[in-house]
């Protein structure tokens, strides 16, 4: 696969068994509840759907969540290439800042541009919910988890 060949696009119905396939290939899915659906979610496409992404907004504040790359694919930059792109996205969508958590992957996210941040250093009300809502229900990767935060001028 050339890796700077693929296209991002909304998430149709038609999608979400590749999408549980990719979460559950890539161990997101325990994060996803019962009733999780297509949505909010994005597909990375080449020959096939290569990952998968989901962001969740309220205003302009954009959280994401659920990315994982296909286990074929990782490793070959194809992550940081979707995070490259995800500014024009989020501008289209009519975000200024999108947020993420990491207990997984919080170097790939620093590698991939995000800056992190301590989740009370910011003062969206949409991100702090989130953030809550992870210290309560996840305590046992506190001391894992990293903030991130990614702005669009
Ligand atoms: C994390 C993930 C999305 C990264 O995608 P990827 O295509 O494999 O990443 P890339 O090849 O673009 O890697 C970019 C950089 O991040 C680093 N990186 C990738 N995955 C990493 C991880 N799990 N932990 C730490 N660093 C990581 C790479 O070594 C690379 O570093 P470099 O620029 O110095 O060479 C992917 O590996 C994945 O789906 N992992 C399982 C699910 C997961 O952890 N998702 C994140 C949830 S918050």
């Known amino acids: 696969m050339r890796i700077d060949n ?17 979460l559950e290939e890539t161990g997101l899915i325990d994060r ?6 297509h949505e909010n979610f994005y597909t990375v ?13 309220k205003d302009k ?6 990315f994982g790359v296909k286990k074929e694919y ?15 996205l989020i ?4 975000l200024s800042t999108l947020y993420a958590a990491s207990w997984e992957a919080p ?10 941040i301590k ?5 969206d009300d949409y991100f702090l919910k989130y953030a809550d809502y992870l210290e309560k229900n996840y305590p046992q990767f506190k001391d894992k988890r990293k903030y991130f935060v990614f702005k669009v001028s």
Request: proline share 1%; with cysteine.
């Open 61 to 66: 504040v954009g959280i994401l969540k659920s």
């Open 91 to 94: 501008s289209k969508i009519g």
């Open 119 to 123: 989740f009370d250093e910011s003062k």
């Open 6 to 22: 693929v296209t991002i696009e909304k998430a149709n119905k038609n999608d979400w068994g590749m999408i549980v396939s990719i």
């Open 32 to 37: 996803i509840s019962g009733n999780g659906n």
């Open 45 to 57: 496409k080449n020959e096939g759907i290569v990952s998968c992404f989901a962001i969740f907004h």
């Open 74 to 88: 990782q490793g070959k930059g194809l992550g940081k290439l979707i995070v490259s792109k995800l500014p024009g």
């Open 107 to 116: 170097d790939f996210w620093k590698k991939a541009g995000f800056k992190e």
